[in-house]
């Protein structure tokens, strides 16, 4: 028997500079699993988005033409109370130790490497973003 990841339908911020990357995975997110997919190019345009529009769940890339990424969470937190709680994975070519430890400590709950593959990406968001189930003892 085959068990169906199932999520709720979220508004995610998806902050990706490559064409073809941001393309794709806003194609899977949206026809794929249904969510509402916004995407920005860099760290301003997101921040920009992001204070006047509401997300469940930033999804981003660290090496970001106007920065590095990691500063996002903390950023977009702190921009207006929309997005206080914001849950936020990072995307990244760098998988070391070190890389994934320093997301992790920026605020992002989670920290995948490119090239991404759909069942680890929804799996990831499914655990970030779903309150954990409740089990009788």
Same mark, same amino acid.
């Given at each position: 028997?085959?068990? /169906?990841? =199932?999520?709720?339908? &979220? !508004?995610?911020?998806?902050? %990706?500079?490559?064409? #073809? +990357?941001?393309?794709?995975?806003?194609?899977? @997110? %949206?026809?794929?699993?249904?969510?509402?997919?916004?995407?920005? $190019?860099?760290? /301003?345009?997101?921040?920009?988005? *992001?204070?006047?529009?509401?997300?469940?769940?930033?999804?981003?890339? &660290?090496?970001?033409?106007?920065?590095?990424?990691?500063? &996002?969470? *903390?950023?977009?937190?702190?921009?207006?109370? #929309?997005n206080r709680t914001?849950?936020?994975?990072?995307? *990244?070519?760098?998988?070391?130790? %070190?890389?994934? %430890?320093?997301? @992790? /400590?920026?605020?992002?709950?989670?920290?995948? =490497?490119?090239?991404? $593959?759909? !069942?680890?990406?929804?799996?990831?968001?499914? $655990?970030?973003?779903?309150?954990? $189930? &409740? +089990?009788?003892?």
């Amino acid at each position: 028997a085959t068990t /169906a990841v =199932v999520i709720r339908r &979220l !508004r995610i911020l998806l902050v %990706e500079d490559n064409a #073809m +990357t941001s393309l794709l995975l806003r194609r899977m @997110l %949206e026809q794929r699993f249904g969510h509402a997919v916004t995407v920005a $190019q860099n760290n /301003a345009q997101a921040l920009k988005i *992001s204070s006047h529009k509401q997300f469940d769940l930033l999804l981003s890339d &660290l090496g970001l033409p106007d920065g590095d990424g990691r500063q &996002l969470p *903390s950023l977009i937190r702190s921009n207006g109370l #929309m997005n206080r709680t914001v849950k936020a994975i990072a995307i *990244s070519g760098y998988g070391m130790k %070190e890389d994934i %430890e320093a997301s @992790l /400590a920026a605020g992002f709950a989670a920290h995948l =490497v490119k090239p991404i $593959q759909s !069942r680890v990406l929804v799996e990831t968001i499914k $655990q970030v973003c779903q309150p954990p $189930q &409740l +089990t009788a003892e």
